[in-house]
């Protein structure tokens, strides 16, 4: 044995080491089999005597395993298939758990559709407070950036990829040497509030600061000024009569709009019986959801807002002073409404205006009605302008040895005055936690890739301070770590486990007593019951504060706010929020300059140079100046803006943050080049941090605007400015139908007095065809539907609706489903401001359906007009005879097939459609299928409310109602017999399914 | 016999007929049977081809290879490559589709309406414009074959068995389109085919080399030119005709349903197939003439293509422009008179919206220009004519502009107005199309008679001078 053992092997090296072996059989042969007895004598007697069926699956388990191995550098974690199914699972059925999105710190419930382990769609949890079931279009992007290929996903050291555990192993000295500081963002979470604490408590000199670009900061310390420490304020819509808004957009922006939005909204539909309904007055600088709602509307220089709200205090007896334009009549509404009313100001209005308005709301009886006070739902309120400015000057001054970000991109959204990078270059160690590897990431010697919500256990706090548990519904996709691990790591605990952290402070916090009940509790509710802030009784009485509003200053004043999309520049990486077009302007891809048809008169772009322009939905390029800066932007004219008044958007100009937020040149192969895609720079819009500074973070007077003289620019605006007027269109076409609530309650029927003679005609050549089991219809609610665009982000998630890019939407491709039409009527100064909805109408007698070849659109016997993709040639004839334009065409092949990370956010019961197919909306056809199937397993009919379709689900303000038409008990057959009710162009004798309510205002008689 | 005494100095002493019914001469006094075999045999057969003619061919390879390209990026890419969106859904491609197909009338008007009316002018331009229907179509079919999401898919707008038991859906007018276009470029070929018989028997006979003797002799059937022969084409060519005629009715007929079944307004209305036919007989002799006038130069046919042919086409133009013209006129009165809001602000919208140039400049190209035809000065004029002709040409492809994205561009929901324009691959189409066009009509002029030889033979007098006591 010994003497072969040492021939063969030496021979089988040098067989191996000089010939080439062209198969393993060859290889095995004697003398091999010789070499390897030599080496593994046990495996060598398995061949020699053959493999048994056993050891062979043994053998082939280890070595599929160690395969495995091989090709990944961390522990393979296997995947087993379930040996005992979870209770509930069934393949192909989704499962839906609880969670809470935080934004801007402040959580918004979720349920979270899941099919096998993958999260897929996001509906509003109707448990939470700040939901009720409703979702925006962040909440409903926020799957697609959970998914996002460009999220960041290694450690980096000094932009080379290192580890974790390299990090913590130059953290660990780091911590220790003192001079700690930690950057967050607005923090809610309790379970994090108490590590940072403690991590405070424990490292002497270890400060924690706090910026956040947008958001807050005037409502923070407005309410410090009012009561004299920070507070929170909570708003009950549903029990106010009377509503005020101080250029507050409060159905659509802050913590608490969905709930807001739906509160409002309850008082404002007009149904059968109803009596009363109630009346919004909004004075504010640029026209937004909630103005677009308001029955009496003002647009007013940002500056003057403040003006008016003392007027409302004057007309309250608060102070002297005197009263303009329909002010009185407001404050006498106000004073009928005692303790029924709210006045609210907006974010961007200085500290005052909310102190001057929660004065208005304490003469008013309102505080303890409609207004409650709580303590901050906020970990530590600060300052967090003046947090900032503290940490650069610190970091300036050298005090800090060691800064840890944790989240946030202050390099980017900084103030413009504040020389962050220079300051931040200063410190010694740094590190920035963050879900992409951004412009702060950038200038750190350390970046951490960030958990997305969904990927990491936390809580959070809704606007009033109740607790959800965020629950993550799969493990982290890219590698990242949460805040928890990272405070964990400072806190010496190398394998704090967030699920850890958070349900250690819990049970810490309610008893270790039956703790696993109760949080089972807790994660199926998606909220902690009872765990609302209390209304506190102790505090400040707010006074209208001393001073005077300043008076209006020449030249122009600068207004700058969070994207309605994009927000401050976090969500610039999802191509759902970029694609969207803005709830007012319609434009998406980029931020512009608004400003009034009068001030663009004022600049010499009057309506005669714009009228050539608008139709190509291109515009000019301006220059704006402001306190000696300068930025090019293009400008685009808004109707019912103020006058004077510059508004512009934060989160674009990103330059660092994914392929989608810094796009590359469009491929001019693919797609005709209709138009650059950038701008100078090769970024998405402009940065306008530069005009924020830190005495005034939100603009300013003083700014100047000149149009340049580079060439008419296009802009990816899906729609153009459309006045309804009959003059403009030829005619009156009935398409928005609306009334005053007197006119109503005279003439509940106002909507037939369109053509009625053409629209109640039911004549017909054939019998119509009789719909037996389900019909199904939808109803949608012009009178309280704001724009908000969460209907439509629902919409393309549900769907799988592709993006299509700037370029696209320039060339009127977009492929939304659901789009929001707006219209405009009256005096363009200060229009009157029409969202409507247009999903397809399910027309029963569809146009699209008989001009189609090849029989790929059909009508189901239900009333579904039913698009069968694969059977499509792609002749856009259904497209060009559909008279409300919902069908949307795959002009090229839009849906990503090939990024292996967006195939897993797919919805499974949707097709994926490829190029050359015509698509639409289907009512979720799935949807209904799915409830179809349970009802005919229960031998019943489908119970009203059992399907949702996504943008049901997802409306703030119950607008979109869904349902069997044939059920005469059910709530869209009680909303189509509403007198209100009317079909779109009725007049064609489509016979659309989907039918709108007519559009009631509430104006106070007097005023003219 | 021998004498060559015009015909119009012998028939009034052989038959007793009102004068106004002696046809006039339609070939150039001076020509035998055998001259005219001769003149017209030999540009296929003898002479080397002008130089205008090797231009005209490379434009056509230039066009044609155009065109592939254009299909390549079309198919690999999709069809987004065009201008369309999603308020307009067709535009250069079916507007296309449209013109050549309109072109093509002339073609079967020329050779079956005129046949059966006994328009004996006709003969000489027959040839020439039933080719240019055929060409005309294969450029026009071009459109719908390939405008399509997925072309690969077309054939299932064809009614063939198939495992998935679908069937076309009849009720589409893009399905009768198809029916409409395929019946026309059948029988049209055919048609062609049947008259060019007994000059592919001459051809055969005349040519010298062997691989034509071959092509020619294999073409022409066995063409004897005995009297069954004779007794069998001409029953054949006229049933041919006969079935022709209401397809240059019908065709175009069909194509307005594309529009006129459709609910857009400016597409919606009653009388669209009788304007899109004339517009179509229009448009078809405009190019004849555009496409004739140059022709009879460059070869010297100006003995067989006579001012006379030239004039009668003018006044064909005319005729079919004042009907077009006076369409016009009532999509505006009938715009107004419906009371119908969509209605009038589309012609409103014509007329100031957007695209407000391109309908001006119709009312110019279609409206203006034929009216020039009034005058005889200009309806004798090569240049005249030759201006006036490609006015129509032009201002049909406007027409069709505006009618089909102009309309769609504003319909019902002015939240989904938009705007088209065409991009560089629809005008590489559209070149390409023509160059297609062009390839294969030099192609023709090259290798068959472009005029009926033997059907020219007719006209001389040489064949109206019989024998006494013979009929004619």
């Not at chain 1, 050891?55 to 090709?71: E, I, N």
């Not at chain 1, 706090?210 to 929170?232: D, I, K, S, T």
């Not at chain 1, 207004?559 to 434009?587: H, S």
Request: with cysteine; aromatic share 10%; hydrophobic share 40%.
């Amino acid at each position: 044995m010994t003497e072969t053992n040492e021939l063969n092997l030496a021979r089988f090296r040098t067989r191996l080491g000089n010939e080439y072996w062209k198969s393993l059989d060859e290889l095995s042969r004697e003398d091999f089999q010789q070499a390897v007895e030599t080496e593994f004598p046990a495996g060598a007697l398995a061949l020699e005597r053959g493999v048994d069926r056993r050891d062979f699956v043994k053998l082939m388990g280890a070595s599929m395993a160690l395969g495995g191995l091989a090709a990944c550098n961390r522990p393979a974690e296997k995947i087993v298939p379930y040996v005992r199914q979870p209770e509930g699972l069934i393949p192909g059925k989704p499962i839906f758990f609880a969670s809470a999105m935080p934004i801007s710190g402040y959580a918004h419930g979720v349920l979270v559709e899941s099919h096998m382990g993958r999260p897929t769609k996001i509906e509003g949890n109707p448990d939470h407070p700040s939901s009720l079931g409703a979702t925006n279009s962040w909440m409903q992007a926020s799957i697609l950036g959970l998914y996002d290929p460009d999220r960041s996903q290694v450690v980096r050291h000094l932009g080379e990829i290192s580890t974790w555990s390299e990090f913590l192993a130059t953290l660990a000295p780091a911590a220790k040497a003192g001079g700690v500081r930690l950057l967050t963002q607005t923090i809610t979470s309790p379970t994090l509030g108490a590590q940072i604490q403690q991590f405070l408590a424990q490292s002497p000199g270890a400060k924690w600061h706090q910026w956040e670009p947008a958001g807050g900061h005037n409502v923070r310390e407005g309410l410090r000024l009012a009561f004299g420490g920070y507070a929170n304020a909570v708003y009950h819509f549903d029990k106010a009569n009377i509503v005020v808004s101080l250029d507050s957009d409060i159905l659509e922006r802050g913590p608490g709009h969905l709930r807001y939005a739906r509160d409002f909204s309850s008082r404002r539909k007009v149904r059968k019986g109803t009596t009363s309904i109630n009346r919004l007055y909004v004075i504010e600088s640029g026209p937004t959801g909630t103005g677009s709602l308001a029955d009496h509307r003002l647009a007013v220089r940002p500056s003057e807002v403040e003006t008016y709200a003392r007027q409302i205090a004057t007309g309250l007896g608060l102070v002297p002073g005197v009263m303009t334009g329909w002010v009185s009549a407001l404050t006498q509404d106000l004073l009928r409404n005692r303790g029924a009313s709210i006045v609210v100001a907006g974010e961007e209005q200085p500290p005052a205006v909310h102190a001057v308005a929660m004065a208005i709301n304490q003469a008013l009886g309102n505080i303890g009605s409609t207004v409650t006070i709580t303590d901050p739902a906020e970990v530590a309120p600060v300052n967090q302008l003046d947090s900032l400015k503290q940490l650069v000057a610190d970091m300036n001054a050298g005090a800090v040895k060691t800064l840890i970000m944790l989240g946030g991109n202050p390099v980017y959204d900084a103030p413009g005055d504040i020389s962050f990078v220079k300051a931040l270059d200063k410190v010694p160690f740094r590190a920035h936690l963050s879900p992409y590897y951004d412009e702060t990431s950038m200038h750190v010697h350390w970046h951490i890739p960030e958990t997305h919500y969904l990927e990491s256990w936390s809580d959070a706090r809704a606007h009033d301070g109740t607790v959800s548990i965020v629950q993550p519904l799969i493990a982290p996709l890219y590698n990242g770590r949460s805040p928890h691990e990272v405070l964990g790591v400072l806190l010496g605990g190398l394998d704090a486990l967030p699920y850890d952290v958070v349900r250690t402070y819990w049970s810490a916090k309610v008893g270790a007593l039956n703790f696993n009940a109760t949080w089972r509790k807790w994660l199926n509710d998606g909220v902690i019951a009872g765990s609302a802030l209390p209304a506190r009784s102790a505090g400040g009485t707010p006074a209208v504060p001393g001073g005077q509003a300043a008076n209006a200053a020449a030249g122009y004043e600068l207004r700058i706010l969070p994207d309605p999309n994009v927000y401050d520049g976090r969500y610039a990486n999802n191509g759902w929020l970029q694609e969207l077009p803005k709830p007012q302007t319609k434009i998406c891809w980029e931020n512009v300059a608004l400003v009034s048809p009068k001030t663009a008169a004022a600049i010499g772009y009057d309506d005669k140079r714009r009228d050539a322009l608008v139709n190509e939905k291109q515009t000019l390029m301006a220059d704006v100046r402001y306190r000696g800066r300068t930025v090019r932007t293009p400008i685009w004219v808004v109707p019912g803006h103020a006058d004077g008044t510059i508004t512009m958007f934060m989160g674009y100009g990103r330059t660092r943050g994914g392929k989608i937020a810094t796009p590359a040149p469009a491929d001019s192969m693919l797609a005709p080049s209709l138009e650059s895609f950038h701008l100078s720079g090769g970024t998405l819009g402009v940065d306008v941090n530069p005009f924020r500074f830190s005495d005034s973070l939100n603009g300013g007077s003083g700014a100047e605007i000149a149009l340049t003289n580079d060439a008419p620019y296009s802009v990816a605006c899906t729609q153009e400015h459309q006045s309804l007027n009959a003059s403009d269109v030829g005619d009156d076409r009935g398409i928005i139908r609306s009334a005053t609530f007197a006119e109503y309650l005279k003439k509940p029927d106002f909507v037939r007095e369109h053509k009625p003679e053409v629209e109640l005609s039911k004549d017909s050549m054939y019998p119509g065809f009789e719909y037996k089991s389900y019909a199904w219809a939808m109803v949608i609610d012009t009178s309280v539907c704001t724009g908000c665009n969460g209907c439509v982000v629902a919409c393309q998630s549900e769907n799988n609706i592709p993006i299509v890019g700037k370029d696209q939407v320039v060339a009127e491709r977009e492929m939304h489903w659901l789009r929001i039409d707006r219209y405009y009527k009256g005096n363009p100064e200060n229009p009157e401001v029409y969202h409507q909805p247009v999903p397809c109408m399910q027309c029963e007698q569809a146009p699209c359906e008989p001009v189609c070849p090849v029989g790929a659109t059909v009508h189901s016997p239900e009333g579904l007009n039913e698009m069968t993709y694969n059977r499509c040639v792609g002749t856009r004839y259904c497209s060009n005879n559909c008279p409300y334009k919902v069908r949307r065409f795959n002009f090229f092949h839009y849906s990503d097939y090939e990024t292996p990370a967006l195939k897993a956010q797919r919805n499974p019961d949707v097709t994926v459609r490829t190029r050359g197919v015509m698509e639409k909306c289907t009512y979720c056809v799935q949807r209904i299928n799915a409830a179809k199937i349970d009802a005919e397993k229960q031998g019943r009919r489908v119970r009203d409310g059992e399907i949702v379709t996504a943008c049901q689900q997802a409306c703030p303000t119950d607008a979109i109602v869904f349902g069997d038409m044939n059920d005469k008990t059910s709530r869209v057959a009680q909303l189509k017999g509403e007198p209100t009710n009317y079909a779109l162009l009725a007049e064609l004798n489509t016979r659309p399914r989907t039918t709108y309510l007519g559009a009631i205002k509430n104006p106070n008689p007097e005023i003219k | 016999m021998a004498d060559l005494t015009p015909v119009h100095e012998i028939r009034p002493l052989t038959q007793d007929i009102p004068e106004r019914f002696i046809p006039v001469p339609t070939v150039e006094p001076g020509h035998t049977f055998a001259s005219v075999t001769d003149h017209i045999s030999a540009i296929v057969l003898q002479k080397r081809m002008p130089k205008l003619w090797w231009l005209g061919l490379a434009v056509g390879i230039v066009g044609v290879t155009v065109l592939t390209t254009t299909l390549g990026k079309l198919v690999l890419v999709g069809v987004g490559v065009f201008g369309i969106n999603h308020p307009v859904g067709w535009g250069f491609d079916i507007l296309n589709f449209v013109w050549w197909i309109g072109i093509g009338h002339a073609g079967t008007l020329i050779s079956a309406i005129l046949l059966l009316l006994r328009q004996g002018w006709r003969t000489s331009i027959n040839r020439f414009a039933e080719a240019m229907t055929l060409f005309a179509v294969a450029a026009a079919g071009l459109y719908p074959a390939f405008h399509t999401g997925r072309p690969w898919y077309d054939f299932w707008l064809f009614p063939y068995p198939n495992t998935m038991s679908l069937w076309p859906q009849f009720r589409s007018p893009l399905m009768w389109d198809v029916f409409a276009v395929s019946t026309y470029a059948t029988v049209s070929a055919l048609f062609w085919y049947v008259g060019l018989i007994p000059d592919l028997a001459t051809l055969r006979d005349r040519s010298r080399g062997k691989i034509a003797r071959v092509l020619y002799g294999m073409l022409s059937l066995g063409w004897r030119g005995s009297a069954k022969h004779w007794f069998r084409y001409e029953s054949a060519y006229l049933l041919l005709a006969g079935l022709s005629t209401p397809l240059v009715l019908s065709v175009h007929t069909i194509v307005s349903f594309d529009f006129a079944v459709a609910q857009i307004p400016g597409w919606h209305a009653t009388f669209f197939p009788p304007y899109f036919v004339a517009g179509a007989v229009y448009a078809g002799f405009a190019m004849v003439l555009t496409l004739a006038i140059p022709a009879r130069k460059m070869f010297h046919l100006q003995d067989f293509i006579t001012m006379k042919h030239l004039e009668n086409m003018g006044k064909v133009m005319l005729a079919t422009g004042l009907i077009v013209f006076y369409s016009y006129a009532m999509e505006a009165f009938f715009a107004y008179y419906s009371g119908n809001g969509f209605e009038r602000y589309m012609w409103l919208n014509r007329v100031t919206g957007p695209y407000w140039k391109m309908y001006a400049m119709l009312i110019v190209c279609n409206g203006l220009a034929p009216q020039m035809m009034w005058f005889r000065k200009m309806r004798t004029s090569t240049f005249g004519l030759f201006v006036t002709a490609m006015f129509v040409n032009v201002g049909m492809w406007l027409e069709r502009f505006v009618i089909i994205p102009t309309s769609l561009s504003r319909d019902f929901l002015p939240s989904s107005w938009g705007m088209y324009h065409g991009t560089r691959w629809d005008w590489s189409m559209f070149a390409g199309s023509i160059g297609l066009f062009l390839f294969l009509l030099f192609l023709f002029v090259r290798f068959l008679p472009m005029i009926s030889i033997f059907e020219m033979r007719t006209m001389l007098p040489e064949a109206q001078a019989h024998p006494e006591g013979h009929e004619a």
